[in-house]
């Protein structure tokens, strides 16, 4: 077990819905800290950077233009095996897959617009938080 920070984003659709102050509290539930959070609006420049790594994929522009729709929250959060848990907090992509008293079972409208983003390994939460929060 290991003490670790990850990125949350919140995304337009959970935000436009008002999902924010739930999805935060099933967050801090589970035991994950909260330590810093901001909301910002992606300019379509920063969502390709942000997004690059899946900018050869056939939903790449369809992302881009999702993530720029709207204001995010996004968040640096902490707790032991952060990504991991998080990551269950979240659920599966596909919220018609994803477990009961999940985010995305609860909150998402369908695999595209999923309520929320998490980093998937140690690697990608640093550089993603990195990308939102200078000096990680």
């Known amino acids: 077990m290991s003490n670790q920070k990850t990125l949350s984003i919140i995304k337009p659709d959970a935000v436009k819905a008002g999902h924010v102050d739930s999805i935060n509290l099933m967050i801090e539930n589970s035991g994950l800290k909260i330590l ?10 920063e969502a390709q950077q942000f997004y690059a790594v ?9 992302l881009c233009e999702f993530m720029t729709s709207g204001p995010i929250i996004v968040q ?8 991991e848990l998080y990551r269950k907090v ?16 609860k909150f998402a409208t369908s695999i595209q617009e999923n ?11 640093l550089k993603e938080l990195n990308f939102f929060f200078k000096d990680i």
């Open 90 to 105: 979240m659920g599966a992509t596909n919220p018609a897959e994803a477990d009961e008293n999940t985010i995305r079972k």
């Open 36 to 45: 810093e959070k901001k909301e910002i609006k992606l300019s379509k420049e």
């Open 115 to 125: 309520a929320v983003h998490g980093s998937d390994s140690e690697d990608n939460a």
């Open 76 to 83: 640096m959060i902490e707790g032991e095996n952060a990504i």
């Open 54 to 62: 899946h900018s050869d994929k056939p939903f790449y522009n369809e």
